[in-house]
């Protein structure tokens, strides 16, 4: 009776629960991943609204990644104590305050701040959204779930740059926060009337884990960001780094110290016991590499070396856009059908062959080409990441859900950070690289040198001096030769990401073949005391 009455319940309106959850939480965490794109457009016009250099400006971001990775931890501990669905309220009610306070900033500083705030709710919402839908949706449907989370996940770094190029060109850069507000009410009010309570294994809190994982996640995130501008020798950068490491060991060591006394941890480690869960996280994070990487890569090629505005190039990669929306659609219900292996390792070949056509950018390339090979890679990365966090989560117990789900997500922002302060700093010193073996190459009789005397003498027959005919002509082959120079940076940055990729290949065959077999296996067997107790706290949260 009480199975029938939950099946009576799972209509909401003519729609199934799953669906409205699956809606509700896609709605809220599409606009926190929107906000940590978008900003990117306007660094330079917060650079001119607060008279301030690039370097502080880029705490606006490095702000908003270093308070993500410390809170996102602190998940499932807060998810236990007060609920899945009012820590979801709390944390989309938190965010869309922030949004408002950054809007109205008076200074850089209180800018940071308020960012920060952002950043702190809004790393609650992406494990929440996994735990949420894991709950609701059987393990034979969750391919289908997890597709269809990975339609924010993947559209809004692409919508990102096109809206927030827009709003920047067009308007002012407060409209980029202010825009949250209508989101984020809509946002609340959905979750507040159609989501239902549910709380999961009580969390203890780990105090002294916290502080050792915070210190260490800021540390490390702090240096890895720093290191694009202060490069990798920087004694600020190395001591942040090893300093950070050394924390993250001691939170490690303790967490597994007290998993074994049985006492509260921050993150259950056990769950990299699971080697489902470890090389499915391995081949994700590789992915993600690679997706903010490029992210990082394509705006300053379109910008900088081609010219085209913030608006422009956000439209170039809207494209790429509908077609990871289309990719994560289909292969979510390919996985529940022919398994996790079978749709992610076409997706990374088809994502290795974009990025190897990625390799040969140049100048003069037209931009139909370009637009060609993001949306071949937009597919394939849409195929791709969503199954690997499908395989993730496909053996984990009821009760390490949130915990797993937390994992997950830290992965994710660490890696974010890591992959634009690796390829920022590699893209600069390979641009000096090229730049300096190409001027070695410039001499009186090489075809460069030739030019440079015949503009002198054009010059000269214009009426310049022949100093300064000179002075003008090694200018403008100097520019020429750090454009050459940066792109070849560029294709020599997407050759280490179609490395990774490859890597991510090899990873990705020890992951979960036959997914809906595995699945079946898991909902036939018996139960455990602890699964059945979470699923008896599950049937009376509906």
Not at 250 to 279: M, W
Not at 397 to 415: D, G, I, Y
Not at 455 to 463: D, F, L, V
Request: net charge neutral.
């Amino acid at each position: 009776m009480q199975v029938s009455a939950v099946s009576q319940q799972e209509k909401t309106g003519g729609l199934a629960y799953k669906w409205v959850v699956a809606i509700v939480v896609v709605f809220g965490l599409f606009m926190t991943i929107l906000d940590g794109t978008i900003v990117n457009t306007a660094i330079p016009r917060l650079q001119n609204a607060f008279g301030a250099d690039l370097t502080s400006v880029q705490w606006v971001l490095t702000a908003y990644t270093l308070a993500q990775g410390v809170a996102t931890p602190l998940t499932a501990y807060l998810a236990s104590r007060i609920g899945n669905k009012r820590l979801y309220l709390v944390a989309l009610a938190g965010f869309t305050l922030g949004s408002a306070l950054c809007g109205l900033s008076w200074s850089l500083e209180s800018l940071i701040i308020f960012r920060v705030i952002q950043a702190v709710f809004g790393s609650f919402l992406s494990p929440l959204a996994i735990t949420l839908l894991y709950m609701e949706f059987p393990p034979a449907e969750r391919g289908t779930a997890m597709g269809f989370l990975g339609i924010p996940i993947l559209l809004a770094p692409a919508f990102g740059p096109t809206l927030g190029g827009y709003l920047v060109t067009y308007s002012d850069w407060q409209l980029i926060f202010y825009i949250n507000l209508p989101i984020g009410i809509v946002g609340l009010l959905l979750g507040f009337f159609f989501l239902r309570e549910s709380q999961g294994h009580r969390v203890g809190f780990d105090f002294l884990g916290f502080v050792f994982a915070a210190v260490g996640l800021a540390a490390v995130l702090y240096g890895l960001s720093d290191a694009s501008t202060d490069g990798w020798g920087s004694v600020i950068v190395l001591g942040c780094i090893i300093g950070g490491l050394f924390c993250l060991t001691i939170f490690v060591a303790l967490e597994l110290t007290r998993v074994k006394q049985d006492k509260p941890v921050l993150l259950d480690l056990r769950v990299f016991g699971n080697g489902v869960f470890t090389t499915s996280i391995i081949a994700s994070t590789l992915v993600i590499f690679a997706l903010y990487g490029g992210l990082f890569l394509i705006p300053v090629y379109l910008q900088s070396l081609r010219g085209e505005s913030a608006f422009q190039s956000g439209l170039v990669l809207l494209p790429q856009a509908f077609a990871s929306m289309l990719a994560v659609l289909i292969g979510g219900r390919l996985v529940d059908k022919i398994g996790v292996r079978a749709v992610v390792i076409p997706g990374l070949l088809i994502m290795g062959f974009a990025m190897w056509l990625l390799t040969s950018i140049n100048l003069t390339e037209p931009i139909g080409s370009f637009q060609y090979a993001l949306i071949i890679r937009g597919f394939g990365m849409g195929l791709c990441l969503q199954p690997l966090s499908v395989s993730m989560l496909s053996q984990i117990k009821p009760k390490m859900l949130s915990q797993a789900s937390s994992v997950n997500t830290t992965f994710r922002f660490v890696m974010s950070s890591l992959a634009v302060s690796v390829i920022s700093t590699y893209v600069t010193s390979r641009d000096k690289l090229h730049y300096a073996h190409m001027a070695e190459m410039v001499t009186a009789n090489s075809p460069t040198g030739q030019f440079i005397t015949q503009m002198q003498a054009i010059m000269m027959s214009r009426g310049s001096s022949a100093t300064a005919a000179y002075a003008t002509a090694l200018k403008y082959i100097a520019g020429r030769l750090q454009l050459q120079a940066y792109v070849m940076a560029m294709q020599d940055a997407f050759w280490v990401t179609l490395i990774l990729v490859g890597v991510a290949v090899i990873a990705s065959l020890f992951v979960t073949s036959n997914k809906k077999k595995q699945l079946e296996q898991i909902e036939e067997r018996p139960l455990t005391a602890e699964e059945q107790l979470a699923k008896e706290e599950a049937l009376m949260a509906v």
